[in-house]
């Protein structure tokens, strides 16, 4: 049998096993229940959310203010951004928002990291974890809106599962 043929029945094998992998996530995740987080409970759970950002002076000011403007009382949450080396004016744009709100720290990664590692984000939560003051940590990109309810969801689960 030439070397082709081979190469085509492997990939033949290889695309019908993908094909089962793929169905069986798809069951999987068919069964999964919807949760719907009770109405009646009043926010309890303190949570640090950090925003890793590099560069993000276009993006950065949506995120912060999406989740201030959120429905998750401002005393159960703290924002640290930690600021990876940017060269635009990110940091600019967050002390800005920390005179507006109260609860916003920036986290300078150039004044922690004084020699040259290869992943700066991780770097950047890794630090902002270690500044949190809060038990639960929640990320997420400075390029993202998170939705209204989005710490609210959180801590329905956290008091739903009672997680460790």
């Known amino acids: 049998m030439p070397v082709e043929n081979y190469f085509l029945l492997l990939s033949a094998l290889l695309l019908c096993v993908y094909a089962v992998l793929i169905q069986a996530y798809g069951n999987w995740f ?19 959310i950090i925003i890793p950002a590099r560069d993000e002076e276009q993006n950065i000011g949506k995120c912060i203010r999406a989740i201030e403007t959120g429905s998750y009382p401002r005393a159960l949450f703290e924002i640290i951004v930690a600021d990876d080396f940017s060269t635009d004016q990110t940091a600019r ?31 950047s939560i ?17 390029d993202c809106i998170p939705p209204h309810q989005w710490l609210e969801y959180f801590d329905a689960s956290i008091r739903k599962q009672d997680p460790v």
Do not use: C
């Open 30 to 48: 068919g069964r999964l229940k919807e949760f719907i987080p009770a109405t009646d409970q009043n926010p309890l759970t303190h949570f640090s």
């Open 93 to 123: 744009v967050v002390m800005e928002l920390q005179a507006e709100f109260g609860n916003i720290r920036l986290l300078r990664l150039e004044e922690i990291v004084h020699s040259k590692i290869n992943s700066y984000k991780k770097k």
């Open 126 to 142: 890794e630090s902002a974890i270690a500044d949190s003051a809060n038990e639960w940590i929640v990320t997420t990109d400075a």
